[in-house]
């Protein structure tokens, strides 16, 4: 993964794995037994509970030098089983995004802390779509779904529709905000160097899915076209489709023709070329912006040009054109049956089509309550926002986070300060990098009311003018940074989204809200609590971002974000760096992965894992160090011996420091979820980003006295960055 993405990619999905786990009904219900096993208690507060806490996770019968990761972990791991429907279960952030995803269904629920607010009308018309069961919507909004069928004349086939109305019909499709995406897809993203945005347009995904998209006569054609033949049937009869017979059914000859064209534009190979296109030399790319309501730019990106190239040549032909609308009534009536915008058969077509294609992901389809919480928590996501952060994270929380960061950011500075192989032009860029990073802690400073949404009071109907109503407003925000700096400098993730990442455009780390709790943050207001839990937490996460800045992807990069190689590295530091990072892939290349078995041994791969395995060395150390000055000064009242007797009898800060940066990674993984990561993840799996950076640190082994040649104190260590 590159840094840009979240720190704890698989696990930190937010929004998505918190959906993806909210859980049914009532609030009482919330968890199941299995979740709730792995949650520790929610901040524990005072002495003998924060002890317990970190007592009860670990297995102390180990030699801390032998098994860290066991020592740290062994209590937790004997009394979590995985549950059979979930393939990783975690002390940590796990807990965490599970706690997120029940506290954001609870609210939803009546009594909720949402029920009564715009979210919580969302959720409930949501709800009763689908239990209203067949009530498909009224008439009225059938027109307002899909502006691609009824306008500009791409209802009829005959003649061929212009491409100026193809284009027309695509552009009010798309801002619609329902639909799918339809011939492409539209972002708008940053351009650092100039600080502007540019529209970048990319390939579609199939309606269907790719999978076996081109196949007929087997059991996935069969079900793709038994799910055409339902949705055009859907689209005879709600007038979005010509060519139908008199009782409303859909000849032959237009499922093929959508079929086909699905199959086509999914057969295009797209290559990697992207080109920006001016659009002066592209009329029809204009007209489709002018009617998605974007204000016409200069220019925009093109990604996979081959897949345009193929596509403008397809509707250059009046032949081709004529099939257009028969695909557009195909692809629109499929997406909205995904949304359950249209009734109850239509959401049975489109789970039976996936119940063939996809046997897996059917069988872990969320419910209806989890898709509607999904919806509401998406469509008004700062309403939802300011409760989550009102309710979970208290502004002292918030404020002690900042404080951590200012403590990592200048530990990370002494440590790039002190590195021997840095010559005077490479240490003094690579610093400006870290001084010059920007943080973003907690939530998005700017509030947006979403005063354009109107979510209309549960009735008949209702749910699908509501979707309308957020789905529209939801474009706008997609298109508002072109033309306001305000909508510019929003966060790309609400608060309530699990994000600790480094972004490397930007030179930029984040740490949502959604970071700062129990167990990697321990609430400021709690008692009982040493500072070591809190820099081997959240101190860990702030110091391992920092540490991308300048890992072997971003020493690349100059502290504006700009890909400027040795700008940062002279030549000279360039090769010892090269010597140094070898050293890492050695090292993590000789793990092996005991879970997986011997027959073959599983190797974890060195070279891929190296950006977070430099980034984890780098956290480990400088949070450490930010611990111990900290300690010195501001935080004196919150070493483990003023703070917490009964730890202080076991631990000292440093040591409870080690156990709780191991404790972050308390996690269990089925072998198919650890094969899949180790093949394809950036990271580590848990014991090695223990073992890894723990077996590096002179400050672990004279932490727990390891003797030379210990597992945790190997003979020969790896130093990159710090004395
Ligand atoms: C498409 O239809 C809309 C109204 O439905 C109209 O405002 C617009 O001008 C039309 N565009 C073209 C290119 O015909
Ligand atoms: C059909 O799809 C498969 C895999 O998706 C691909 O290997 C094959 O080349 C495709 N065939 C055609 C005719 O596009
Ligand atoms: C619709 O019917 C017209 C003639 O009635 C025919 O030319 C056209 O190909 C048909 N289109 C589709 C997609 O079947
Ligand atoms: C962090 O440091 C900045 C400047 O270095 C300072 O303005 C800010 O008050 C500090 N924040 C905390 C919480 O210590
Ligand atoms: C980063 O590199 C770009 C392009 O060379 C340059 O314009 C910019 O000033 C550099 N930033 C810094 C902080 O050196
Ligand atoms: C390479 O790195 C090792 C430590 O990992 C160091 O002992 C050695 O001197 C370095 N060699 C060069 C050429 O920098
Ligand atoms: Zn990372």
């Excluded at 979005?240 to 199959?263: F, H, K, Q």
């Excluded at 002190?418 to 870290?434: F, N, Y």
């Excluded at 167990?519 to 040493?530: D, K, Y």
């Excluded at 860990?540 to 890909?563: P, Q, R």
Aim: proline letters at 8%; one cysteine or more; a neutral charge.
């Amino acid at each position: 993964m590159s840094p840009r993405l979240p720190w704890a990619a698989a696990l930190a999905s937010g929004l998505a794995a918190a959906a993806a786990a909210a859980a049914p009904t009532a609030a009482a219900s919330l968890l199941t037994p299995a979740v709730a096993a792995q949650q520790e208690p929610v901040a524990p507060d005072g002495v003998a509970a924060v002890a317990d806490a970190v007592l009860r996770a670990m297995d102390r019968t180990v030699e801390p030098c032998t098994d860290f990761f066991r020592y740290a972990c062994g209590g937790w791991d004997d009394r979590t089983p995985l549950p059979a429907d979930r393939d990783t279960v975690g002390r940590s952030i796990p807990a965490m995004i599970d706690r997120t995803a029940a506290w954001l269904a609870a609210s939803l629920q009546p009594g909720g802390a949402l029920a009564d607010a715009r979210p919580g009308v969302l959720f409930r018309t949501c709800v009763a779509a689908a239990a209203d069961g067949a009530a498909a919507p009224p008439p009225a909004t059938l027109a307002d779904l899909a502006p691609a069928l009824l306008r500009n004349g791409t209802t009829g086939s005959t003649p061929a529709p212009s491409l100026g109305a193809i284009m027309a019909a695509l552009g009010q499709q798309h801002a619609s905000g329902v639909g799918g995406d339809v011939l492409w897809g539209l972002a708008v993203e940053p351009v650092f160097e100039t600080g502007g945005r540019i529209i970048k347009l990319r390939p579609p995904k199939s309606p269907t899915g790719s999978r076996g998209v081109n196949r007929t006569g087997t059991p996935v054609g069969d079900a793709r076209r038994a799910l055409a033949t339902d949705a055009l049937a859907f689209a005879c009869r709600a007038g979005w489709a010509a060519n139908c017979t008199s009782e409303g059914v859909p000849p032959d000859d237009l499922i093929d023709a959508a079929l086909g064209l699905e199959r086509q534009l999914a057969a295009v190979p797209v290559g990697e070329a992207m080109a920006r296109m001016s659009l002066a030399n592209a009329p029809a790319l204009a007209t489709y912006l002018a009617a998605a309501d974007v204000k016409i730019p200069e220019e925009l990106m093109v990604l996979h040009v081959t897949y345009f190239e193929a596509l403008f040549k397809f509707l250059d032909d009046p032949a081709s054109r004529a099939i257009v609308p028969a695909y557009f009534a195909y692809a629109v009536t499929v997406d909205l049956a995904k949304r359950d915008l249209l009734g109850a058969d239509m959401t049975a077509s489109w789970m039976a089509f996936l119940s063939v294609r996809d046997p897996d992901l059917f069988s872990e389809r969320p419910s209806v309550e989890e898709r509607c919480t999904q919806r509401a928590v998406r469509g008004l996501p700062d309403e939802v926002a300011r409760a989550w952060v009102a309710a979970n994270v208290a502004p002292a929380d918030t404020a002690a986070m900042a404080a951590i960061f200012n403590d990592t950011r200048a530990a990370a500075a002494e440590a790039v300060a002190a590195t021997s192989w840095l010559d005077g032009p490479s240490k003094a860029a690579a610093l400006r990098k870290i001084n010059d990073a920007e943080i973003r802690n907690g939530g998005d400073p700017v509030y947006d009311p979403y005063s354009d949404v109107s979510v209309v009071a549960t009735g008949g109907g209702a749910y699908a003018d509501n979707v309308l109503a957020v789905s529209a407003a939801s474009w706008r925000r997609v298109i508002a940074p072109l033309t306001s700096a305000a909508a510019a400098a929003r966060w790309r993730r609400p608060a309530f989204a699990f994000d600790a990442s480094y972004f490397l455009l930007a030179n930029r780390v984040t740490m949502t809200s959604a970071v700062q709790q129990w167990p990697l943050l321990p609430p400021a207001a709690a008692t009982g609590v040493p500072a070591a839990l809190a820099y081997g937490g959240a101190g860990y996460v702030a110091g391992h971002e920092f540490g991308h800045s300048l890992d072997n992807t971003g020493i690349l990069f100059n502290s504006s974000g700009k890909l400027v190689p040795l700008t940062i590295l002279s030549p000279a530091s360039s090769v010892a760096f090269s010597n140094r990072t070898n050293c890492l892939v050695d090292q993590y290349s000789a793990y092996t992965v005991e879970q997986l078995g011997d027959s073959p041994p599983v190797r974890v791969n060195g070279a891929i894992t190296l950006g977070e395995n430099m980034a984890d060395a780098f956290g480990v150390r400088v949070a450490a160090d930010a611990l111990k000055a900290a300690l010195r000064s501001r935080l004196a009242t919150k070493t483990v011996a003023a703070s917490n007797p009964v730890l202080a009898k076991e631990f000292t800060d440093e040591q409870l420091y080690w156990v709780a940066v191991a404790q972050t990674w308390c996690i269990k993984r089925s072998d198919a979820n650890l094969r899949r990561k180790v093949e394809d993840g950036p990271h580590s799996p848990e014991p090695f980003r223990v073992l890894g950076p723990a077996s590096q640190s002179a400050a672990f082994a004279s932490a727990f006295e390891c003797p030379v040649g210990s597992p945790y104190r190997p003979k020969q260590t790896c130093t990159i960055y710090g004395a």
